[in-house]
């Protein structure tokens, strides 16, 4: 069964600085991660998206991931934050791979990104 | 904005009531997803058409059910309502099984 652990709950940081937010997978089969960026009253935007191609994933609005096989991870990074990132972020899994496929998401608990002026 | 439609926005009712949730995917998407979204239960997939036929079933209530008409579009229907079925209500969808999600900009259901 596939699952995801999102490491921080709360991450705040100062506008300029770098974002570092942590997610965990778990899966039996090679995995389609994605992150997920939920603005508040709205709707999810898909940032990025791993499958199996580049291990270095770049996303919208400067952000990138990187998918670590050897540690389970897929941790989200920007290099300077910006007001406007300010949202809940989310880790997620694609429940695909063996029989029964369907790609259902599979989302971690979010973490909320704070950017301090 | 991501192509997917839902309506209504907003929607207010009663305990025990019922009611239908709509969802018109992209243009030329073939798998609908609804998920359900709550402060204590955060981010739940709840069911997945594909094409018109039922692919997979998650974390949804007997209470709850959906279909997927051949125009595409899909409904979710929630009856018998309880105070605890108040929560965000996203559709997705994917041009096909396995491929990236597109989600709506939701339904917030609040029962009283």
């Known amino acids: 069964a596939q699952s995801v652990t999102q490491l921080d709950s709360h991450v705040s940081v100062s506008e300029g600085t770098p974002v570092l937010l942590r997610c965990n997978y778990s899966?039996?089969?090679?995995?389609?991660l994605f992150w997920y960026v939920q603005h508040p009253n709205k709707g999810l935007q898909l940032l990025l998206k791993?499958?199996?191609?580049?291990?270095l994933v770049k996303g919208i609005n400067g952000f990138e991931a990187e998918f670590k096989k050897s540690e389970t991870s897929f941790h989200l990074t920007k290099p300077s934050a910006h007001m406007s990132d300010a949202a809940e972020y989310f880790c997620?899994?694609?429940?695909?791979?063996?029989?029964?496929?369907?790609?259902?998401?599979?989302f971690g608990q979010g973490t909320t990104l704070q950017v301090k002026p | 904005d991501s192509g997917v439609t839902q309506t209504p926005k907003h929607l207010i009712t009663a305990t025990g009531q019922r009611v239908t949730l709509r969802c018109s995917p992209r243009?030329?998407?073939?798998?609908v997803y609804w998920y359900q979204q709550s402060l204590d239960q955060g981010l739940q997939f709840l069911i997945q058409?594909?094409?018109?036929?039922?692919?997979a079933k998650g974390n949804i209530l007997e209470r709850f059910s959906a279909q997927q008409f051949p125009d595409l579009h899909s409904e979710l229907n929630l009856s018998s309502l309880e105070l605890g079925d108040s929560a965000l209500y996203f559709c997705?969808?994917?041009?096909?099984?396995?491929?990236?999600?597109?989600f709506g900009p939701g339904t917030r259901l609040t029962v009283t």
């Open positions: 899966s039996s089969y090679s995995p389609s």
């Open positions: 791993y499958t199996s191609a580049a291990t």
């Open positions: 243009s030329g998407d073939l798998s």
């Open positions: 058409y594909y094409n018109g036929e039922e692919r």
């Open positions: 997620v899994v694609s429940a695909s791979g063996g029989s029964g496929n369907t790609g259902k998401l599979i």
């Open positions: 997705a969808s994917s041009v096909e099984i396995d491929y990236e999600q597109y």
